[in-house]
């Protein structure tokens, strides 16, 4: 049975950090690409950041400079690190994987950027 499993989401301030997780069970991260995704209330969900099996990584135009997006293969766990964050950057953060033809998703980990 595959599982991912959000973590890290919080209240923050404007300028802050902060690191979100995203761990699986039931596949192997490290053969798949892991995506990020964000909605905010009364808006669609976007993709935030991608990073492929091969470790490649693209970003959203939004978070580009702000956002990292990394693997840890032991664990296998991505993470997303976010820096300088900015009030419109609140939302509810899911990851995302596609294995063995379907599409997986966590069940998502809030993020309040706030003063």
């Known amino acids: 049975q595959v599982q991912l499993v959000e973590s890290g989401g919080g209240l923050v301030q404007p300028g802050g950090s902060l690191r979100l997780s995203c761990t699986a069970s039931?596949?192997?991260?490290?053969?798949?690409?892991v995506d990020w995704y964000r909605q905010a209330p009364g808006k669609q969900r976007e993709l935030v950041a991608r990073?492929?099996?091969?470790?490649?990584?693209n970003f959203a135009d939004s978070v580009k400079g702000r956002f990292t997006i990394s693997r840890d293969n032991a664990k296998n766990t991505v993470y997303l690190q976010m820096n300088s964050l900015k009030p419109e950057d609140t939302a509810v953060y899911y990851c995302n994987a596609v294995y063995s033809f379907t599409d997986y998703w966590g069940q998502g980990t809030q993020v309040t950027v706030s003063s």
């Open positions: 039931g596949i192997i991260f490290r053969f798949t690409t």
């Open positions: 990073i492929t099996s091969g470790g490649f990584t």
